[in-house]
């Protein structure tokens, strides 16, 4: 144990360090825009507080569309763009568009699930009372769905943790890398093995921090 750790230990800790960089930026930036797509598709559904069902519907299209295509394929796909972007499509940097582009449209859906969820007599409790569609959007809708929020991010936080892997295949870094280089071209399991524990372990501990925060900002648990 002590001689696998001499000998791979800069390396796996080097690896978790990128896969977090990539897990967490990917996370915030996806969450950031899946956020504002999902208000989106909430308040302009029929008998939303800003109702533009063709809008709706072709945006709706869309979200749709970006979900259904497969990560290692849109990673491919969107190899011309990242580099426009970065500059390269090698790196954990680089692999932040196609994360970020991958894990949006899930975001959205997900949130727009966690805004429906607000009784609709809040809403309309609100407007009643003066209140214009953004702070109903800020101090309605997001306020209110915060614990479900706060869990579905720890979902997309753990998604994207797992795409990271797919990502280190296509020459990312990380502990997918890792695990592809060593781990399979090497047939060297110990580091398969390796990796494999740490990002367990990694799902365990986003999920119970996230479960904390959650219940410390539901209301109910007050």
Known sequence: MAEFISQYGALLWEATLQTLYMTFFATLLAYVLGLAFGVLLTVTK???????????????????????M???ILVFFLIPFTRAIVGTSIGETAALVPLVVAASPFVARMAEQSLEEIDQGVIEAAACMGATKWQIITRV???ESV?????GFSIVLITILGYTAITGATGAGGLGNIAYRFGYQRYQTGVMYATIVILMLLV??????FNFIARRADKRNR
């Open 141 to 143: 809708l997001i306020t």
């Open 70 to 72: 497969p990560f290692i």
């Open 204 to 209: 365990c501990i986003i999920q119970g921090i």
């Open 147 to 151: 614990p479900s929020l706060v869990r």
């Open 46 to 68: 029929p008998g939303g507080i800003a109702p533009a069902p063709r809008f709706h519907a072709v945006f709706g299209w869309v979200i749709n569309m970006l979900r259904s």
